[in-house]
């Protein structure tokens, strides 16, 4: 019997059970005291109630109730929001780096950023024994990041029962072993990029380019050699990004060198050579540690992918941005690089709404990761690492919760979706203290096409092979902008207490 897992169905929380922003606290607060108001003024008992009921009613179901996925008030926000940047122009952004020029020192001096990217980013150079990194210090969410490029293994699928239980107790290892281990990194993000491919691009380009004046067996030698290389049809990358908390004892060992930025560099580079050592026992491959020209190619590839990942030549952080972002579109996001062909890339990012509530298969991203054909997609998720004890401890408390709220009364049945919740709660609770990790994820789906029209259709796709994966999405208009940011390696799209 292959191996499970069970994701916990989220239930809906009421007003005790959920936190909530300052400005739901404000409009609900406020509802409350217009009604009593309301209620004093009006003389007629009848008119009172009424009075009373509607304003507060009104007031917590903006605040409260659901309305097409998320609430009232927060999509007031969303729409409120996207107006303004429409007005002040922030929705459009075009690339300075051709009039940037260097400073004498060779250095290139800052740009703005696209829309929804981290501002003020700071980028960090690290020696390691694998090779240099870039390291991105994100002031404004207090956290450093670093992109090293790991291979998997291959042939999962093919693989038997025993085989595939081993690899994901190696993997739950390395989970559990970088968070109760002591280091710094808190956060993880794996980012699967897939890009289609002409498989006969090779054999055309050799066509073209044959000399008819050369010898033979040289010719023949070549033709064999195509036969035998083997070509793929799409072009897989596997990204994982490690998240680093921007912490007082981090400054503190960083000042002992001569400035931040060798302590950074120092302390940082030091901390990720040890986790990529141990990336072994979760049966992964170091295939490269990503520096400042592989990483500002990779952004600049994902923004626009007739740009390539591999052509680092000129790629710095000034030119890691595209020529032209436009945002204002509700439903979609334009990019277009400085070599494209086309008019531009349209973009959706959809967040990953619901995850499975049956038990599922280690296999059951296959549908979304491996049978998606012709479609330009980045499947992100991002996890922070939560210690043992407090895995164990929210897992109780969601345990409790689960049962306190059933309904036990003598001659009520009870609810089977609820038996269903108590059992995975519990179940989640074991599977903690047996030594699984304990992690709070989220993930977001970015598809690209080169039309509005072929976008259309590649999201019809990508949603269903979501569904047959079963994940729910979300697609995330007036907020492309900012949501395709957390499908870039900046380990964002999750809050530090785990709400999105």
Request: charged share 25%; glycine share 8%; with cysteine.
């Amino acid at each position: 019997m292959s191996r499970s897992f069970s994701f916990p169905r989220p239930r809906p929380r009421g007003l005790l059970g959920r936190r909530l922003d300052g400005d739901e606290q404000l409009v609900l607060g406020g509802g409350l005291v217009c009604g009593l108001a309301v209620a004093v003024v009006v003389t007629s008992l009848p008119l009172r109630i009424f009075g009373f009921l509607t304003v507060a009613g009104a007031s917590a179901w903006m605040t409260l109730a659901p309305y097409r996925g998320r609430t009232f008030l927060r999509w007031w926000e969303i729409r409120r929001t996207y107006r303004r940047l429409l007005r002040d122009g922030s929705l459009l952004y075009r690339s300075r780096a051709p009039y940037t020029g260097r400073r004498v020192d060779g250095r290139r001096p800052r740009v703005e950023v696209p829309p929804g990217v981290p501002r003020d980013m700071e980028w960090i150079t690290a020696r390691t024994t694998f090779g240099e990194i870039a390291i991105l210090l994100q002031p404004r969410e207090r956290l450093f990041t670093a992109v090293v490029e790991v291979e998997g293994m291959g042939d999962f699928g093919s693989l038997d029962v025993g085989d595939k239980e081993a690899l994901i107790r190696a993997y739950e290892f390395l989970l559990r072993s970088t968070a109760d281990g002591g280091g710094r990194i808190c956060r993880l993000q794996w980012i699967l990029r897939l890009v289609p491919t002409d498989p006969n691009a090779h054999a055309r380009d050799a066509a073209d380019r044959r000399d008819p004046a050369a010898p033979p067996w040289l010719d023949q030698s070549y033709a064999e050699l195509i036969r035998t290389v083997a070509v793929t049809a799409e072009d897989r990358r596997l990204l994982l990004v490690l998240g680093i908390p921007y912490t007082t004892d981090l400054v503190a060992e960083a000042r002992r060198y001569p400035s931040l930025h060798e302590g950074y560099a120092a302390v940082l580079g030091e901390e990720i050579e040890t986790f990529v050592r141990s990336l072994a026992r979760g049966q992964l491959r170091l295939l490269r540690t990503l520096d400042e020209q592989g990483l500002a190619s990779y952004l600049h590839h994902a923004y626009a992918p007739s740009h390539w990942i591999d052509d680092t030549t000129g790629m710095d952080q000034v030119s890691a941005w595209p020529a032209e972002v436009d945002a204002r579109a509700a439903g979609h996001l334009l990019s277009r690089s400085w070599e494209s062909p086309t008019a531009g890339w349209y973009s959706r990012t959809a967040w990953i709404k619901a995850w499975p509530v049956l038990p599922v298969g280690v296999n059951f991203l296959a549908p979304l990761l491996l049978y998606t054909q012709d479609v330009i997609i980045t499947v992100s998720v991002t996890m922070d690492l939560v210690p043992t004890d407090q895995a164990i401890s929210d897992a109780m408390a969601d345990a409790t919760n689960e049962l306190g709220q059933a309904d036990k009364r003598p001659g009520k049945i009870e609810d089977p979706r609820e038996q269903k919740d108590q059992r995975a709660t519990v179940s989640t609770m074991r599977d903690i203290a047996d030594g699984a990790a304990g992690i709070r994820m989220v993930g977001w789906v970015t598809v690209t096409s080169e039309s509005k029209d072929a976008l259309r259709r590649d999201c019809d796709t990508v949603r269903n092979a979501a569904t047959r994966s079963g994940l729910r999405l979300e697609w995330t208009d007036h907020e492309h902008h900012r949501a395709i940011t957390n499908s870039l390696p900046f380990a964002g799209g999750i809050l530090a207490d785990g709400r999105r």
